[in-house]
């Protein structure tokens, strides 16, 4: 197959690239800085800026599947200036992709566009899936950040969305948090924590995470492109959640450390301001489970939080030694 993945210089790109390109897939990448990237990448990039057309609509035509993740990262402080470009980024960059995907002669046979479990409400009492979750943005006293996340969510879904493909089969990915032993992914700043005595559990633990070991994320990608009956919104998240205070109790176990230091909200606060970003990532409950995943048939290798930081740590400390 040819595989086009628009944005795919992140990191949930990369895994996708690279594991496509080991199964003998044809991968080619759009970029909006394609100079940037190294040359020893073992796929074709293909420049574009994710908004206007060009010379990258060629790709489209003849692309058996198209994977958009582009968009602005959201690492960042949702001041005003960022939160334009996070939003308008994700909004263009579907916009172009499906109008390119209308006017090719030959149209891809599968549009996967990325989306978020952050989608879905801050709740406690039950988890979210596809047909019974509650949609977030008006939980009451939610932060304004929180209700941002899930306006950028909702247009990017809706946006892709309106477009008419009848050649196409559309699938929206509502992906929890990716964990690989990448040292700038979220596993390894969740270990970097643990190793240095702050791994306690954060603001009241309470809240759930819901995570994919990245194997697991490729396989149920590859799921997708394979099982022609589904479409729509799937949720691409282990079948089992833990709470934020369990998460990190495991991760301290595979760390080794005995102890970790609570993190109290304004102590996560404090430590967002300094490092640029928000605290969304591990204030707000997602308990998302992946119901219409699991319904078709797809078996997880790592369903179970212990045994995927247990694989991941092994990788991550192996790369830290390197």
Not at 32 to 51: C, F, H, L, N, Y
Not at 78 to 97: D, L, V
Not at 266 to 283: C, D, I, K, R, S
């Amino acid at each position: 197959m040819k595989i086009l993945i628009p944005g795919g210089t992140g990191q949930v790109g990369q895994i996708l690239a690279q594991s496509f390109m080991d199964e003998g897939h044809q991968v080619v990448v759009l970029s909006r800085k394609p100079a940037s990237q190294p040359a020893s990448e073992p796929w074709q990039i293909v420049p574009w800026d994710g908004r206007s057309e060009g010379e990258w609509q060629r790709e489209v035509e003849a692309a058996d599947v198209v994977i958009n993740l582009a968009g602005r990262s959201v690492n960042c402080r949702y001041h005003e200036r960022n939160r334009q470009e996070i939003m308008q980024s994700r909004q263009a960059s579907t916009q172009a992709i499906g109008e390119a995907i209308v006017r090719a002669q030959n149209p891809p046979r599968l549009w996967l566009q990325m989306s978020t479990a952050t989608i879905y409400a801050h709740r406690f009492d039950q988890p979210n899936d596809e047909t019974t979750g509650i949609l977030g943005g008006d939980e009451p006293g939610a932060p304004d950040t929180w209700r941002f996340s899930i306006d950028v969510a909702s247009t990017w879904e809706a946006t892709a969305e309106a477009f008419d493909l009848p050649a196409t089969r559309q699938v929206i990915m509502r992906l929890a948090i990716n964990m690989c032993p990448a040292a700038d992914g979220a596993f390894g700043t969740f270990v970097n924590l643990v190793r240095r005595g702050m791994g306690g559990r954060q603001g009241d633990g309470r809240q759930f995470i819901s995570w994919i070991h990245e194997r697991d994320m490729f396989r149920a990608v590859n799921w997708l492109i394979d099982h022609e009956e589904l479409s729509g919104a799937v949720n691409i998240a282990a079948p089992h959640p833990v709470t934020n205070a369990e998460f990190m109790k495991t991760l301290r176990q595979v760390c080794g450390v005995r102890f970790g230091l609570p993190i109290r909200p304004w102590m996560l606060g404090l430590g967002a301001w300094f490092m640029g970003t928000e605290t969304e990532l591990v204030l707000k409950s997602r308990r998302v489970i992946p119901t219409r995943l699991v319904e078709s048939g797809f078996e997880f290798e790592y369903p179970q939080w212990p045994d995927a930081a247990r694989e991941l740590y092994s990788r991550w400390r192996d790369m830290a030694k390197t």
